[in-house]
């Protein structure tokens, strides 16, 4: 099965800190994505990354940045983070390419954020 | 840029009734269409998929989509629901022609005995 793994479970940072989210899957997928996740909003995309150093902003990049070095591992940085940025940070992937194009999403279990 | 609505916040049905959860959506291409669900403190799942192929489309634990391009909808439906089915449910959309994958809002699904 595909394991989409997010490397914490919780995290609490102050204002004004670089916080890195780091997000890696085991089954060579094209896609990878980022996500908030907040109550009454749904899922709203971040970024999403079809391929190795290739990304697209999504709905809401403002205040974020993404790094795709290598296909299986996708990167979110908060620059410099704020208290609206407090949330649920989920990463997925989804198999893309030519044959795959618009798969399942896999999801790692989440992050949540608090930024105090 | 496409996007995707669910029409109702808060859906609430009786055990045994039917369920109706609506979604619209825009999109530039011919779309792929999913519903994802959630249930409290869970992982999202896949429900079903409409991928162009027939507009009706069957899922996991008795739910099933229609589409129909002419009203741009893929509303969710149950004939029978269960006190299980009570959970957030997320219409989403993907365009033809690229990978990125919009949410909808989501609908909060309760279930009374």
């Known amino acids: 099965d595909v394991k989409v793994t997010q490397s914490s479970r919780y995290l609490v940072k102050r204002t004004g800190e670089k916080v890195f989210l780091e997000c890696v899957q085991d089954?060579?997928?094209?896609?990878m994505f980022w996500y908030r996740q907040d109550p009454g909003l749904g899922l709203r995309l971040i970024y999403f990354?079809?391929?190795?150093?290739?990304?697209e902003k999504g709905d809401i990049p403002e205040g974020y940045s993404v790094s795709r070095e290598k296909k299986e591992r996708f990167s979110l940085i908060l620059e410099s983070a704020s208290t609206n940025q407090t949330s649920m940070y989920l990463c997925?992937?989804?198999?893309?390419?030519?044959?795959?194009?618009?798969?399942?999403?896999?999801f790692g279990s989440g992050t949540q954020l608090s930024v105090l | 840029a496409q996007s995707v609505t669910q029409l109702d916040s808060h859906v609430s049905v009786s055990e045994g009734t039917p369920v109706l959860l609506r979604c619209n959506y825009s999109s530039s291409y011919s779309p792929s269409l999913f519903w994802y669900v959630q249930h409290p403190n869970k992982g999202l799942q896949l429900l079903l998929k409409y991928t162009s192929a027939a507009t009706l489309v069957k899922g996991i634990n008795g739910f099933e989509a229609e589409f129909k391009k002419s009203e741009t909808s893929f509303h969710l439906t149950k004939p029978s629901a269960h006190m299980s089915d009570a959970a957030e449910y997320f219409c989403?959309?993907?365009?033809?022609?690229?990978?990125?994958?919009?949410f909808g809002a989501g609908t909060r699904l309760t279930v009374k005995p």
């Open positions: 989403v959309v993907s365009p033809y022609n690229n990978n990125d994958m919009r």
């Open positions: 990354s079809y391929d190795v150093k290739m990304k």
């Open positions: 089954m060579d997928h094209e896609n």
């Open positions: 997925a992937s989804s198999l893309g390419g030519a044959q795959g194009r618009n798969e399942k999403l896999f």
